[in-house]
């Protein structure tokens, strides 16, 4: 097995969610996913509309969400099931971008190589008035996608 | 005649669910293992094939997939893991403990029925 330093195990997962969003959102929800940019953020705080988050345990700790706004959740969840937008429930939502999370962190390991990292089941938050903040020593990887004129974002607290 | 689905999304239960009932099979749900057991005990003699994803919260997709692979009544059924674990390991481990085929998320639809059709001998039939 090969080994890599911490930073480089960085460098490898996220330049692994960066190939594997587009991967995920164009294969199962037959909509493109194009990457406009990245940046680093002072802290890992999500507040948008819907997210999802899996921690990163075993031989790196860490933690990847994804956020994004409710109508476009809703597009891709619905595109998934081949189900009318307006017919999902919270509930559908909820457990759609939690298993989008789930396939985007499941790519992630696969591109970067990394077999030595598990991944927990994924925690999903829906609702307006709230801001999730997570502790890290390291300074936050947020990826801006934008599908279907819509914005979605990954951050990555690794 | 069935399949069986086993995945803690209903997201994927019900994508199954639908490409299922597009090829004429009733396809029965279950969340976690445990579920999983009793369906079988109560429809083993009419399920036909099983999606079985690896990560669930309890017992794992492999951890099920060794239970249903001793068990006399159930082990006949051919198992189609269907999981997000891309890792060379994990495919080893599932063939290893019994699995026919292994499909990693994410697949696109076509590509779903035409392994679950491959699994249940339709390849010809459409």
Not at chain 1, 126 to 146: E, H, R, S
Request: a negative charge; aromatic letters at 6%; one cysteine or more.
């Amino acid at each position: 097995m090969l080994k890599y330093t911490e930073t480089e195990i960085r460098r490898r997962l996220i330049e692994g969610l960066r190939f594997t969003v587009p991967e995920v959102i164009e294969t199962m929800a037959y909509c493109e996913a194009q990457f406009i940019g990245q940046d680093t953020n002072i802290n890992f705080a999500l507040s948008s509309e819907i997210a999802a988050m899996i921690r990163l345990y075993g031989g790196l700790d860490g933690m990847i969400a994804i956020t994004s706004e409710e109508l476009l959740v809703r597009t891709i969840v619905s595109r998934i099931l081949g189900a009318v937008p307006e017919d999902l429930t919270s509930s559908d939502l909820l457990d759609g971008i939690a298993e989008l999370i789930n396939m985007v962190c499941g790519g992630m390991k696969t591109k970067a190589q990394i077999n030595h990292i598990h991944l927990s089941p994924p925690l999903a938050i829906i609702g307006n008035d709230y801001t999730a903040v997570w502790k890290t020593d390291q300074p936050p990887v947020v990826m801006t996608f934008q599908v279907d004129n819509h914005v979605l974002k990954i951050h990555a607290g690794l | 005649m069935k399949i069986l689905t086993v995945d803690d999304s209903k997201t994927i239960r019900r994508l199954i669910s639908g490409i299922g009932a597009t090829l004429g099979y009733e396809v029965l749900e279950a969340e976690n293992g445990h579920e999983a057991f009793y369906v079988l005990g109560e429809h083993c003699k009419t399920i036909e094939l099983i999606l079985l994803d690896w990560n669930m919260p309890g017992m794992n997709g492999l951890e099920v997939l060794k239970i249903m692979k001793k068990n006399e009544d159930w082990r006949h059924i051919p198992v189609v893991m269907v999981t997000t674990e891309g890792e060379r390991s994990h495919v080893v481990q599932a063939i290893q403990a019994g699995a026919s085929h292994y499909m990693i998320k994410p697949f696109t639809q076509e590509d779903l029925s035409a392994r679950i059709m491959e699994c249940l001998g339709m390849a010809d039939e459409f």
